[in-house]
């Protein structure tokens, strides 16, 4: 669009003015060339106001929409970044929880590990109506110990290999402490046959007060098959020659003489301050005596002889009552 106005279309053009008559006695003046008319400019289009109107309501919408858009923007961002916070600290709180938790049943599993490593303990080292007792705790420790790795799969999933591991760990002790228990089981049943045995072969000897005989002990395997009966203490002296009786039990003991070829022995007994010679005694014979403590006899007996010492062993009565 020219910035010069444009003629009026309907307006004539105005043609040049004649040039005025040349004087007199002038001479003629050159020629001229004819005077042609430019034509008139071409008439401007009419719809170029309207296109113009449009054109910058475009612009404007373009401005008004960028403008919002902005807003938008801004506004679309400041919910990210609030959704983001909200987010990771959701994450946070979750992995806090899930840490929680994670040493929560480790504690559990841990604590079961140790309660069932104390039960393999006493289940081996049990006995009779002992090892059923700890092999009856090694089970609920067991149960226990399952019912907890349970309660953690159901709880926290993404603790089910370290649970599992445990598991394994386990049962393979478990196992370990089973086989423990079946060679304790044999090695008492093994125990009992060699007991029985040993009671079977106990030596008898008549006894010098009231002529029954007596189980007598000769070595210290017998001497603990004794024992076991339960029906007597017992002392275990070794007694050296000096001029200073030894006490034995609630008695007194003074080595007088040894024979060790013959494996015979002499000395003072006493009891309830009296002291009683035994002459010439022999190997493995008891030597019975009564004390105001008990109603049954004591027993004494020698197992060894040697140069200046004798061993052997006080059997004493466990009830000990005032005789009438």
């Keep these: 669009m020219s910035i010069f106005p444009n003629p009026s279309p309907t307006d004539p053009p105005t043609p040049p003015a004649a040039p005025a008559p040349p004087p007199a006695g002038a001479p003629?003046?050159?020629?001229?060339?004819?005077?042609?008319?430019?034509?008139?400019?071409?008439?401007?289009?009419?719809?170029?106001?309207?296109?113009?109107?449009?054109?910058?309501?475009?612009?404007?919408?373009?401005?008004?929409?960028?403008?919002?858009?902005?807003?938008?923007?801004?506004?679309?961002?400041?919910?990210?970044?609030?959704?983001?916070?909200?987010?990771?600290?959701?994450?946070?709180?979750?992995?806090?929880?899930s840490s929680v938790t994670t040493r929560s049943h480790r504690k559990t599993v841990d604590e079961l590990r140790d309660q069932l490593e104390r039960a393999r303990r006493q289940a081996a080292a049990a006995a009779g109506e002992a090892k059923q007792e700890a092999l009856k705790k090694v089970d609920e420790t067991r149960a226990k110990l399952e019912a907890a790795q349970q309660q953690a799969e159901k709880e926290l999933k993404s603790d089910i290999s370290q649970v599992k591991d445990a598991t394994?760990?386990?049962?393979?002790?478990?196992?370990?402490?089973?086989?423990?228990?079946?060679?304790?089981?044999?090695?008492?049943?093994?125990?009992?046959?060699?007991?029985?045995?040993?009671?079977?072969?106990?030596?008898?000897?008549?006894?010098?007060?009231?002529?029954?005989?007596?189980?007598?002990?000769?070595?210290?395997?017998?001497?603990?098959?004794?024992?076991?009966?339960?029906?007597?203490?017992?002392?275990?002296?070794?007694?050296?020659?000096?001029?200073?009786?030894?006490?034995?039990?609630?008695?007194?003991?003074?080595?007088?003489?040894?024979?060790?070829?013959?494996?015979?022995?002499?000395?003072?007994?006493?009891?309830?301050?009296?002291?009683?010679?035994?002459?010439?005694?022999?190997v493995n014979e008891p030597i019975q005596f009564m004390t105001s403590k008990a109603k049954q006899p004591y027993e004494l007996v020698v197992n060894d002889v040697k140069k200046d010492t004798i061993a052997g062993y006080l059997s004493v009565p466990k009830v000990q009552n005032v005789r009438n």
């Design 168 to 282: 394994d760990s386990a049962n393979t002790k478990i196992s370990a402490v089973g086989t423990e228990v079946t060679s304790v089981k044999g090695d008492v049943a093994q125990q009992r046959a060699d007991y029985e045995k040993t009671v079977a072969e106990l030596k008898r000897a008549n006894g010098e007060l009231d002529g029954h005989s007596v189980l007598i002990a000769t070595n210290g395997k017998e001497l603990a098959a004794l024992r076991a009966l339960g029906e007597r203490n017992f002392v275990e002296f070794t007694v050296h020659r000096s001029k200073q009786a030894q006490k034995v039990g609630d008695v007194l003991v003074l080595l007088k003489k040894t024979d060790p070829k013959k494996n015979r022995y002499t000395i003072d007994l006493t009891a309830d301050d009296k002291t009683t010679e035994k002459r010439d005694r022999g």
């Design 28 to 97: 003629p003046p050159f020629a001229q060339p004819p005077y042609y008319q430019a034509p008139p400019p071409p008439p401007e289009k009419s719809g170029s106001g309207a296109k113009t109107a449009i054109l910058y309501g475009a612009i404007v919408a373009l401005l008004a929409a960028c403008v919002y858009l902005f807003f938008q923007l801004d506004r679309v961002k400041k919910d990210m970044v609030k959704s983001s916070d909200a987010l990771a600290a959701r994450i946070d709180k979750m992995e806090e929880t």
